[in-house]
């Protein structure tokens, strides 16, 4: 296939995920559509990773914080801490360390055709409220940022998923060594990417 869009993209199942039991439930929903995983493993995150993890730049933080800001005026709330969408992101980052360093999480690398868009549609929106129907957020959570607000809390959504290519990369070299992610072929890829396997069922057709 064209490798140009063969990609990977780190999956972390929250511990949310992990204490509800919903691991297969998630892991199948990935490799159905096809995506391989080529590293996998549990582990109890330190208050040091999941802050390298939500290591976000100046320009990250204002992002996000505007759209915390967006969200507020939406609902018609007061922006907090002042309307400050640096002080807002950094809030959420206190919010996502503590909730993903709460207990084990399961830690993959997912490859395929278009992985991070393709996890990410399966993983859905982060606002389980407005994701949509058939995603993982969508289907198995009930929690949404009015409730998470309320309680000061991180919004518990079960999935991380990269959201870029240049994210992916970053985060797979956080969690994973070199040597835990494994080249190696599916069956079920001759039938998704080999140029060559109608023309294979062709000639079996014909003997």
Do not use: C
């Not at 907090?80 to 980052?93: F, H, Q, R, Y």
């Not at 690398?109 to 407005?130: C, D, F, Q, S, W």
């Amino acid at each position: 296939m064209n490798t140009h869009y063969h990609e990977r993209s780190l999956v972390l199942l929250k511990p949310d995920t992990i204490q509800r039991g919903l691991v297969g439930e998630i892991i199948t929903r990935f490799e159905n559509k096809g995506l391989k995983i080529v590293a996998m493993k549990m582990v109890w995150p330190t208050k040091k990773l999941t802050s390298e993890h939500y290591g976000w730049s100046e320009e990250e933080k204002r992002a996000s914080g505007e759209r915390t800001l967006a969200g507020y005026k939406e609902k018609g709330l007061d922006a907090p801490l002042g309307g400050d969408p640096i002080k807002i992101a950094e809030n959420t980052m206190r919010k996502l360390v503590s909730y993903l360093s709460a207990g084990p999480v399961i830690a993959i690398v997912i490859e395929g055709a278009h992985a991070i868009e393709n996890v990410r549609k399966i993983r859905g929106g982060t606002n389980p409220l407005t994701a949509d129907i058939g995603s993982i957020t969508a289907d198995l959570t009930i929690d949404s940022y009015f409730v998470s607000d309320d309680a000061d809390r991180a919004v518990r959504n079960l999935v991380h998923a990269s959201g870029n290519t240049g994210e992916a990369e970053r985060e797979i070299k956080l969690w994973f060594d070199t040597n835990e992610i494994h080249d190696y072929d599916l069956a079920i890829e001759k039938i998704l990417y080999d140029k060559d396997w109608e023309k294979t069922r062709e000639k079996l057709v014909e003997a």
